[in-house]
């Protein structure tokens, strides 16, 4: 039986959970939600309580006790879903600048499409954001085709926090060796799927700004991204002359 999971991290999220859940379960493709939420001093974690009182065998709660990144959520959530034998495991965003109306297109992509990962881009086609000040999108797109350039991975949106993943893919990647937490956390997942051989398939999707809540974009991210990106091709490469 194929199970779909979306696991969408949180923290300080409580303005928008209630509508990100509620449109995830109204889609027509049936989908589980995981929130995994750093222990939000806003009740982040008890609102979705209330709302598990609605969807009890579909939202789920992982609560953790310490807030070490976002790459760290994630894998949690993704371990999660692997010890469920969830099929495809989605990541989005909290805070609804990700669409869930596109999950079904990015399911799609994998289950009819034949792709491993499916990669919702705000850069496949053009710049697809809405709402970004000009220096946030130039920031991001100019980062999208330093990591591109650098790394050699045929992907527009290497940054992008909105995508489908096969479990094979997450099986076979070994979490507990994926180093960074931030922004560089989801370059460096697609930066070894592609390079295990696996089919990354791009989404074109509409990326909007958060209209409630509080971005946690921060300098130390960017930074952890631009140097992180040189020292995965290094390791990649130096992994490559030890082996041959």
Not at 56 to 70: A, S, T, Y
Request: charged share 25%; hydrophobic share 40%; net charge positive.
């Amino acid at each position: 039986m194929i199970k779909r999971l979306v696991v969408i991290p949180t923290y300080n999220e409580i303005e928008n959970i209630d509508r990100v859940v509620k449109n995830v379960f109204a889609q027509s493709v049936k989908f589980d939600v995981l929130v995994v939420d750093d222990s939000s001093p806003d009740g982040t974690a008890d609102r979705v309580k209330k709302l598990k009182t609605l969807y009890p065998e579909r939202l789920h709660l992982l609560v953790r006790q310490v807030k070490d990144g976002l790459g760290r959520a994630y894998i949690a959530g993704f371990k999660w879903a692997i010890e469920r034998r969830y099929t495809y495991i989605f990541e989005m965003d909290a805070d609804y600048s990700h669409n869930p109306n596109d999950l079904i297109r990015l399911y799609n992509t994998c289950f009819k499409g034949k792709a491993d990962v499916a990669i919702g881009s705000r850069y496949s086609e053009g710049v697809n954001v809405v709402n970004w000040p000009m220096d946030r999108v130039l920031m991001s797109w100019l980062a999208s085709k330093y990591v591109r350039l650098i790394t050699q991975i045929p992907i527009f949106d290497t940054t992008a926090g909105f995508v489908c993943y096969h479990r094979k893919v997450l099986e076979t990647i070994n979490l507990d060796k994926i180093r960074f937490v931030g922004y560089a956390f989801q370059i460096e997942m697609k930066f070894k799927a592609y390079n295990l051989g696996f089919n990354i398939k791009e989404v074109p999707i509409i990326f909007t700004e958060r209209t409630k809540g509080t971005s946690k974009m921060d300098k130390r991210i960017i930074w952890e991204a631009v140097f992180g990106v040189i020292k995965l091709k290094l390791k990649s490469i130096f992994s490559k002359r030890k082996f041959n």
